[in-house]
């Protein structure tokens, strides 16, 4: 089964059939909320809004360990991970997709492994290559088929929270090699790994990182342009 978590632009998703919800359990805590079972198309779905269907969970407050053990308990093999996050490269303009292929993690202070506490052996799991690539060609594979424009790769920059950057971080973001900056990629995609799921993030850029793009102050989103990209997002899905 295919799950998809839903960021702070999508903690609902109109194209998925519902037909039941169910709370989980998990022995790290509970999920952001009950987890949303349905169709897209032919495909079995399992949805989650990772802040709360009220959007009321805080990027560092979210019990991502909680959430990735929710989706494994089930039976998830696949997980897309939407998420929001600032442009930095040029060509990343507000209302693009993006489809990271690697990424820098400047969180701190989250719950980040499973790989932990007394009598847990010591792992070290593979992390160069943080996002699943047979995922990330399904994905852009269904973009094509949908006419839906995605680029194809670059680096998403992990910051804290929940505050927006300074200018300077992000230009030094910028020099480290970030192309997209948000605040929920990581421990999510690293706790994915650890439980050996596949995992992809499609990202939606919702405004220019603070700095970029002129006057404008990154909290500035036009809700026109993300209306415009969630559709996109959306067909894609479909598109499977
Ligand atoms: N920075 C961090 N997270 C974000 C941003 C941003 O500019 N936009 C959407 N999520």
Redesign the pocket.
């Known amino acids: 089964m295919l799950a998809i978590i839903g960021g702070s632009r999508l903690s609902q998703l109109p194209i998925l059939q519902i037909t039941h919800r169910q709370i989980v359990r998990t022995p790290y805590g509970d999920p952001s909320c009950a987890l949303t079972f349905g169709q897209i198309a032919a495909q079995s779905v399992v949805f989650l809004a990772r802040h709360g269907y009220g959007n009321s969970i805080v990027p560092h407050e979210i019990n991502y360990r909680a959430n990735i053990w929710a989706l494994h308990s089930l039976g998830v093999r696949q997980v897309i991970a939407i998420a ?3 442009g930095i490269r040029p060509d990343l303009a507000p209302g693009r997709l993006a489809l990271p292929d690697d990424l820098i993690d400047s969180s701190w202070g989250r719950k980040h492994t499973y790989h932990e506490g007394q009598g847990v052996a010591v792992q070290h799991v593979d992390f160069a290559q943080p996002y699943d690539n047979a995922l990330r060609q399904q994905l852009l594979a269904a973009a094509q088929q949908a006419g839906v424009d995605v680029a194809d790769g670059g680096v998403y920059a992990c ?1 804290q ?1 929940p505050r ?2 300074t200018a300077a971080e992000v230009r030094a973001l910028s020099r480290l090699g970030a192309d997209i ?3 929920t990629g990581m421990p999510e995609a690293a706790l994915a790994r650890e439980l050996g799921l596949a995992y992809a993030s499609l990202c939606i850029v ?2 220019w ?2 700095g970029l793009g002129g006057q404008q102050a ?1 909290a500035n989103f036009n809700p026109a342009i993300i209306a415009g990209s969630t559709d996109q997002l959306q067909r894609i899905l479909q598109a499977l």
Do not use: K
């Open positions: 929001s996050v600032g910051t929270g927006l950057e900056v948000g605040m919702t405004n990182a603070s990154a």
